[in-house]
């Protein structure tokens, strides 16, 4: 068939194929590159949006943090939270803050163990667990005392528990009851 074609048609089909050829092969070699680059481009894009971000909020973070630590300095100065250095230390401070509560409205303390201190939004959480024994009226008020005292303290995870359950009062004595809870309050992180 190609013999049937004089020489110019021949020059212009060896041409078509070498041209063919040509793109056919820059296809398979530079195709390849090609699609990896623009998947690369599209990740350099996604990185360069996620900087220009990035660098938006460390701007607007430089700007409130001097607010931040004025706020953080006022509630430090409040006086409502631990005074204490350290978190064991804490844990005496607030074991002492029970004993002299629970000792001024005639409750006894039975036993008071520190759990173990946590971080919470920039303040150390010092818990107690605490029982307490005394008549129902003594352990309300100690309870009272110990959630509207200065230092901010939460009760958690109550229990009463009469200690003479079934048998009746004599003469109508108040029976000692024992109480049981956890105590929270916070002491600001040490920066």
């Known amino acids: 068939m190609i013999e049937k074609l004089d020489r110019k048609q021949q020059r212009h089909l060896a041409i078509g194929i070498l041209a063919g050829v040509v793109i056919a092969t820059l296809l398979v070699t530079a195709g390849p590159v090609w699609l990896a680059n623009s998947s690369r481009q599209a990740l350099l894009d996604d990185a360069y ?4 971000r990035y660098q938006r909020i460390a701007t607007r973070d430089a ?3 001097p607010q931040y630590e004025a ?11 631990l005074r204490s250095e350290t978190s064991a230390v ?10 002299a509560i629970s000792t001024a409205n005639q ?6 163990q520190v759990l173990p201190v946590s971080e919470q939004n920039g303040f150390l959480r010092v ?11 003594a352990i309300l008020r ?19 528990r009469d200690n ?4 009746r009062p004599i003469n109508g004595q108040v029976r000692p009851m024992d109480a049981e809870f956890e105590l929270v309050a916070y002491m600001p992180e040490v920066s």
Request: charged share 25%.
């Open 49 to 52: 949006e996620r900087l220009q």
């Open 63 to 65: 700007e409130l943090l």
């Open 71 to 81: 706020q953080l300095q006022k509630q430090r100065q409040a006086g409502n939270h």
């Open 90 to 99: 804490a844990g005496a401070e607030l074991q002492g803050i029970v004993k």
């Open 107 to 112: 409750a006894q303390i039975m036993s008071t």
């Open 127 to 137: 818990a107690l667990k605490v029982r307490l024994r005394g008549d129902l009226p």
């Open 142 to 160: 100690s309870l009272y005392d110990m959630e509207t005292n200065d230092v901010y303290m939460f009760v958690d995870d109550l229990m009463l």
């Open 164 to 167: 003479m359950a079934g048998s």
